[in-house]
């Protein structure tokens, strides 16, 4: 992370990982995006609860990026992002395809 010119975290779930990955952004100044999928809650002081705020206000993501915090189980909605990420990449494949010489 500290040698590339642009980084994101999609971080589904919390605890640890989250932690370190956030960390490692913290060395190069913050990550450029920043996608986080959990449940957690802020009013039990949490990592995984926190919002992005407070990892911009740490320096683990840039104060211009715009972080957000889905609030949903990672293992129903990670899925859905993958899916929906290849159904995009195909649909423009098809389009293309379709397209007349």
């Known amino acids: 992370a500290v040698d590339a010119r ?4 999609l971080i589904c779930g919390g ?3 989250k932690h370190h990955i956030c960390n490692a952004n913290l060395m190069r100044n913050g990550a ?6 959990n449940t957690g809650q802020e009013f039990d002081g ?4 926190a919002k992005p705020d407070e990892a911009v206000s740490w320096g683990k993501v840039r104060p211009e ?8 189980d990672a ?3 990670l899925p859905l992002l993958v899916a929906q990420t290849f159904a995009r990449e195909r649909g423009a494949e098809a389009a ?3 397209a007349p010489p």
């Open 6 to 9: 642009r980084t994101g975290m």
């Open 15 to 17: 605890g640890l990982v």
């Open 32 to 37: 450029d995006y920043a996608v986080f999928v």
């Open 46 to 49: 949490s990592d995984s609860g």
């Open 65 to 72: 990026a715009t972080p957000v915090k889905v609030c949903a």
């Open 75 to 77: 293992t129903l909605l």
């Open 96 to 98: 293309a395809a379709a």
